[in-house]
């Protein structure tokens, strides 16, 4: 009596706990999003003119406003004044540095033409005979490539459940194997701990020799 008791109640939080954290996660996201109400005055948000609160309406009116902006700076006038505004944030001390760096890691991760997190690949970490998925994020570049002779990637490593924190590695390319599985499904495997397994499709020629210690 007692194992079919804990049987059933296994049963029922297997159910309902991904439906709490994937209520909970939309709720954090539509919570979020709503901010975007301040924005309007007080005459016009729901509260005043419906006499009550309308979850969702502030994040119907972002991406109203985040499709406006993309539509309005694909013309001539919209593509200067973008410039403009982005010349002059580039003379606010503080502000240009953080805008930059934002900026240049949005257009990276967002960008159509862009190859960051585009590819998961396999590696050894966090030492040889140990495996993890990565993902591809680009090359090195700058000054550290002076100093990497050969081919080498960047990749990152995402941490266990929270793939938003993780590590970031150069190696050499070889020391990798692409994997045939898309970014979905890899952080699915990696955000379950490796639970939930993609399908296997298996790339022909694509093993790893580990690498031989260094002689010094």
């Known amino acids: 009596m007692i194992a079919l008791m804990r049987k059933y109640f296994i049963t029922g939080l297997l159910v309902l706990v991904p439906l709490a954290i994937t209520l909970w996660v939309l709720n954090l996201i539509i919570g979020t999003l709503d901010q975007s109400l301040l ?25 109203v406003i985040i499709f406006v902006t993309g539509l309005v700076t694909q013309n ?34 967002l960008s159509s033409s862009g190859n960051a997190f585009r590819k998961a690949v396999l590696i050894q970490y966090p030492r040889e005979g140990s495996w993890t998925i990565a993902f591809q994020t680009g090359v090195p ?14 990749v990152y490593v995402p941490t266990t459940p929270n793939p938003t ?45 580990p690498a031989k210690p260094s002689e010094h």
């Open 141 to 154: 570049g700058g000054d550290v490539k002076n100093h990497l002779m050969g081919d080498y990637i960047s």
């Open 165 to 209: 924190s993780g590590f970031f590695l150069m190696l050499k390319r070889e020391d990798s194997i692409e994997l045939s599985m898309s970014v979905d499904e890899a952080l699915k495997y990696i955000v379950s701990m490796g639970v939930v397994a993609p399908g296997a499709n298996k790339k022909p020629d694509q093993t790893i020799t």
């Open 39 to 63: 924005l309007l005055p007080p005459s016009l948000r729901p509260e005043s003119l419906f006499g009550f609160n309308l979850p969702g309406i502030g994040t119907i009116l972002t991406l």
């Open 76 to 109: 001539f006038i919209g593509t200067r004044l973008l410039n403009l505004w982005e010349w002059l944030l580039q003379r606010i001390p503080v502000v240009n540095s953080i805008y930059s760096s934002v900026k240049q890691v949005s257009d990276t991760l």
